[in-house]
C-alpha cells in the first residue's frame, strides 16, 4: 500500500535503527496515529503522569497537615513542630516511592497503548490522505517537521520539570518565612518583656548576652582540642 512504501522509504532516507532510538524521534512518536488520534502515544502517558503528579502535589501537603493536627492532639508543647517535621520526612519519601512506582506503571501502559490501543494498520490509508497516494510529499521535508516535533516536545518535558522545582523551592521558602515570622514574634515579646521589668537597654544587654555566648563556645573548642591533643 501507499502508506507502507511510504514508512519504507522514510527508513531509508533516515539510515537508522528504530530499535534503539530516543523515544521521542520521529520513528517512534507514530505521526500517522497522531493524525487520526490528534495526540501521540507519549503525550497522552505525559499528560496522564502530569495529572497523577499534580495530584499526588496537592494532596501530599493536605494530609501532612491533618496528620500532625490529629497526632499533635494533647501532646505537650514544642511537639507540633517536631512531629511537623517527621511528617515533611515521610510525606516527601512517600512522593519518591509513589513517583518512581507510577513511572514504572507508566511504561508499561505506554507500550500497551501504543501496541493495542493507538495503533492504526500498516494497511489502512486515512480518507483525508487519499491525495497522498498520488502525489507524495517531499519525505526529507517531512523529517524536518517530525525532527521539529521531538525538540518541542523534549523542552515541554524540560519546562514541567522546571515548574515542580520552582514550586518545591516556593514551598520550602514559606516554612523559612514562617520559622522567621516565629523568631522575630519571639524577639518582640522578649523586648517587651525586657522594657516592662525595667532591665534597661534590652539591645545592649542581648550585645552583652552574645558576647558571653562566643567567649563560652570558644572556651568549649579550646577544651576540646585539649582533650584530643592528649589523647593523642
Not at 54 to 66: G, Q, S
Not at 113 to 137: A, G
Not at 161 to 174: D, F, I, M, S, V
Request: hydrophobic share 35%; charged share 30%.
Amino acid at each position: 500500500m501507499a502508506r507502507e512504501a511510504q514508512e519504507e522509504e522514510a527508513m531509508e532516507i533516515s539510515g537508522e535503527d528504530t530499535s534503539g532510538a530516543d523515544r521521542f524521534s520521529p520513528s517512534q512518536l507514530k505521526l500517522y496515529e497522531t493524525q487520526f488520534f490528534g495526540f501521540t502515544p507519549q503525550t497522552c502517558m505525559i499528560r496522564i503522569n502530569n495529572a497523577f503528579l499534580d495530584c499526588v502535589y496537592e494532596i501530599l501537603p493536605i494530609v501532612e497537615k491533618v496528620c500532625v493536627r490529629q497526632l499533635s492532639k494533647g501532646q505537650p508543647d514544642g511537639t507540633e513542630e517536631l512531629l511537623r517535621s517527621r511528617a515533611r520526612e515521610c510525606s516527601l519519601k512517600l512522593q519518591q516511592f509513589l513517583e518512581e512506582r507510577f513511572k514504572q506503571l507508566s511504561k508499561r501502559m505506554e507500550g500497551l497503548l501504543v501496541s493495542h490501543c493507538f495503533s492504526v494498520p500498516p494497511n489502512v490509508l486515512l480518507p483525508e490522505d487519499q491525495s497522498h497516494k498520488n502525489y507524495p510529499q517531499d519525505m526529507q521535508e517531512v523529517q524536518k517537521l517530525e525532527s521539529s516535533l521531538a525538540a518541542l516536545q523534549r523542552a515541554f518535558e524540560a519546562e514541567v520539570c522546571a515548574r515542580r522545582a520552582l514550586l518545591a523551592e516556593l514551598e520550602e521558602q514559606r516554612e523559612v518565612q514562617k520559622q522567621l515570622d516565629e523568631i522575630l514574634t519571639w524577639v518582640g515579646e522578649l523586648q517587651e518583656a525586657w522594657v516592662k521589668e525595667g532591665n534597661g537597654s534590652f539591645h545592649e544587654s542581648f550585645r552583652l548576652v552574645m558576647e558571653s555566648v562566643k567567649k563560652l563556645q570558644e572556651a568549649v573548642r579550646e577544651v576540646l582540642v585539649q582533650q584530643s591533643s592528649s589523647m593523642n
